[in-house]
């Protein structure tokens, strides 16, 4: 395997933001191509104009319903659990919606969402007080910051949601090919 760190650096010039989200939809493309998935937030990192994978031991991914067939207590949701599994979503790139509360209120934690300021919905494991004599785990909410997912250009992150027409042409030609 290989190992190498990945900071996130700002886009230089604004067209870089243009070339991104191409990439984005390139890589939207070839993770449906190739069963990658697990693309979220955490995953994915701007250096510059060029998105980067920092998690790839989902590629060539099983489908889910092949893994778990007797998870399925139909047909019907064999199929549709093997059509969410083909599709582009099952990436992890394009909107995830997960479950916050009883209450229905989600968040989305995909490659292309902006957490920072997000809170979980459940505890998590954390390290308090640490480097000390005092240190321990406690479990609590976690506030998320932001993933270094999104492209920055002077000073701010920029949102995909202007940009979706670069996606979907990245992704037309790379799906071309």
Known sequence: GLAEFVEQCAVDRLDGIELYYRRIGALIAASRILGLTDLHSENLVASGDMPVI????????????????????????????????ESVQASGLLPIRVALNAQQDQMNIAGLADVEGLE???????????????????HSRLNLRASGNLPVFDGERIQPESYKDYIIAGFRKAYGV
């Open 54 to 85: 920092v998690d790839l031991e989902t590629l060539f991914h099983p489908l889910t319903v092949d893994l778990f067939p007797q998870t399925w207590p139909s047909r019907a949701e064999a199929q549709l659990a093997r059509m969410a599994d």
């Open 120 to 138: 979980t919905a459940f505890d998590i494991p954390q390290w308090e007080a640490a480097g000390t004599d005092q240190m321990r785990i406690v």
